[in-house]
């Protein structure tokens, strides 16, 4: 089976502080991506990356950026957070290639910015 | 661009009731859909999908259309159970290797 792990289920962090959320995909998967979810409003995109080192910004990448340094791991770095990227952020994974359409989701980081 | 209408929650159903969950899509091309949901604590899995137009796509007594002349992909079920409560979204994906596109979430409770 596919697993996506997410470094921590909850997080509480205060204003300014430097936020770091890990994601680690044990199966090989090219592309990755990070995701905030909130009410009302569905998923959507922060960033996303096809392979080691690249990144691509999604709908809302202001105020975050990402880094791949390893295939299996994608970060998403918070450089001063703010109240308002309070929320549930969700990393993703799928492999490369046109036979692969379903992307696997990690159980979620609920993060409160107080 | 790409968009998915998802109909809004929440819902709440009765044990053994009929489930619709309306979803509609916007997008050129040929996108594949998808339902995912979310029970209370965990990600999102993936529960249906389907990768052209007709095809039907089932998993766990769920089933959904893909209807190309009403660009829909409604969901639904014949008898809910307590245990579907749960956040389900819509998504689409225009093509492979692509992000997908998701609807607002619709939240379901089934009580007893």
């Known amino acids: 089976d596919v697993k996506v792990t997410q470094s921590s289920r909850y997080l509480v962090k205060r204003t300014g502080e430097k936020v770091f959320l890990e994601c680690v995909q044990d199966?090989?998967?090219?592309?990755m991506f990070w995701y905030r979810q909130d009410p009302g409003l569905g998923l959507r995109l922060i960033y996303f990356?096809?392979?080691?080192?690249?990144?691509e910004k999604g709908d809302i990448p202001e105020g975050y950026s990402v880094s791949r340094e390893k295939k299996e791991r994608f970060s998403l770095i918070l450089e001063s957070a703010s109240t308002n990227q309070t929320s549930m952020y969700l990393c993703a994974s799928i492999p490369a290639g046109p036979s692969y359409n379903e992307q696997f989701f990690g159980p979620g980081t609920r993060l409160t910015v107080l | 661009g790409d968009s998915v209408t998802q109909m809004e929650g929440p819902v709440t159903l009765s044990e053994e009731a009929f489930l619709t969950i309306n979803c509609t899509y916007t997008a050129t091309g040929y996108p594949s859909l998808f339902w995912y949901v979310q029970y209370p604590g965990e990600g999102l899995q993936l529960l249906l999908k389907a990768t052209k137009a007709d095809d039907k796509g089932s998993n766990k007594g769920f089933e959904a259309t893909y209807r190309k002349e009403t660009t829909s992909f409604h969901l639904e079920k014949g008898s809910v159970q307590v245990s579907d409560s749960a956040v389900y979204f819509c998504?689409?994906?225009?093509?492979?290797?692509?992000?997908?596109?998701f609807g607002t979430g619709t939240r379901l409770t089934i009580i007893p």
């Open positions: 199966m090989d998967h090219e592309n």
């Open positions: 990356s096809y392979d080691v080192k690249m990144k």
């Open positions: 998504a689409l994906l225009p093509n492979p290797n692509e992000k997908l596109t």
